[in-house]
C-alpha cells in the first residue's frame, strides 16, 4: 500500500484567484492522478501525472485551466487556476499500481470553495 | 469503454440487519473490480477488489463482495451493518490504466 499526504486538507479561495494542492508519496510511483468531486457526484478523472512528461489530460479538463507539475516520483501539484465558484469541489491524488489488477490509494481529498 | 453503475443513490438499514449495496457493470474482456468507501471529510479507501478465482471476495472491515458474471454485477455485503458503516461507497472498474467510478451509493445505518 501507499500513504499520500495532500495538503491543504481545505481552503477558501476568491474567485479569479488560483490555488495550488501538494500530493506527497511515501514510495517511488510511475503514476500518479488527480480527480475531481463535485459536490453530491462522483470522482471524475482530471488527468494523469507521469515524471519526465506533460500530464495527460482527459475530455473536458485543459492545461491552462489545471497545470500539473511532476518533478519527481514521489510527487505532484494540482493547481487550479483562475477558479470561479464552479471549481468548487474536492480535488484527490491518486497513486496506482501499473498491472490491471492492483488497486489505487487515494489522499485525503482537498476541499475548495470559491467565493 | 469500461463503466459500472451503481443503481441506488441511498441504502437505508438498522444496525445488525445485513446491508447490500448494488453495482452492475460493463466491460469487454475480463473485468477488474473494486468497491471503495469515502468516510465524511476523509479521501477514500480501498475494501476489496474482484480479479479472477473465487466468487466471493473478502475485504476489510467484514464487507465481501460476490462477482456474477451471468448478471454482470458485482454487490457488496456486510452480513451484520454497524452504524459506523454509514459512508459513501463508490464501485469502480479497471478501464485500460484509470479507474471509472460508479454514481456512489450512500448508506446509512440507524442505530
Known amino acids: 500500500s501507499a500513504v499520500i499526504s495532500q495538503k491543504p486538507s481545505r481552503d477558501i479561495c476568491q474567485r479569479g484567484t488560483s490555488l495550488t494542492i501538494q500530493c506527497q508519496v511515501d514510495?517511488?510511483?510511475?503514476?500518479m492522478f488527480w480527480y475531481r468531486q463535485q459536490p453530491g457526484q462522483s470522482l471524475t478523472l482530471i488527468a494523469t501525472?507521469?515524471?519526465?512528461?506533460?500530464?495527460?489530460?482527459e475530455s473536458g479538463f485543459v492545461i491552462d485551466k489545471f497545470p500539473i507539475s511532476r518533478p519527481n516520483l514521489t510527487f505532484s501539484t494540482l493547481t487550479v487556476s483562475n477558479m470561479s465558484p464552479e471549481d468548487s469541489s474536492i480535488y484527490l491524488c491518486?497513486?496506482?499500481?501499473?498491472?490491471?489488477?492492483?488497486?489505487?490509494?487515494f489522499g485525503q481529498g482537498t476541499r475548495l470553495t470559491v467565493v | 469503454a469500461q463503466s459500472v453503475a451503481q443503481p441506488e443513490d441511498q441504502v437505508n438499514v438498522a444496525e445488525g440487519n445485513p446491508l447490500t449495496v448494488k453495482c452492475t457493470y460493463s466491460?469487454?474482456?475480463?473485468?477488474?473490480l473494486f468497491w471503495y468507501v469515502q468516510y465524511p471529510n476523509r479521501g477514500l479507501q480501498f475494501l476489496l477488489k474482484?480479479?479472477?478465482?473465487?466468487?466471493l471476495v473478502k475485504g476489510s472491515y467484514g464487507f465481501e463482495a460476490e462477482f456474477n458474471k451471468s448478471q454482470t454485477s458485482f454487490h457488496l455485503k456486510k452480513p451484520s451493518a454497524l452504524v459506523s458503516d454509514s459512508a459513501l461507497y463508490f464501485c469502480?472498474?479497471?478501464?485500460?490504466?484509470?479507474?471509472?467510478f460508479g454514481a456512489g451509493t450512500t448508506v446509512t445505518v440507524r442505530a
Open positions: 474482484y480479479i479472477t478465482g473465487d466468487n
Open positions: 469502480a472498474v479497471r478501464d485500460d490504466y484509470k479507474l471509472s
Open positions: 514510495s517511488q510511483v510511475t503514476m
Open positions: 491518486s497513486v496506482e499500481g501499473t498491472a490491471m489488477n492492483t488497486e489505487a490509494f
Open positions: 501525472a507521469n515524471q519526465g512528461s506533460e500530464a495527460t489530460y
Open positions: 466491460v469487454s474482456g475480463n473485468p477488474y
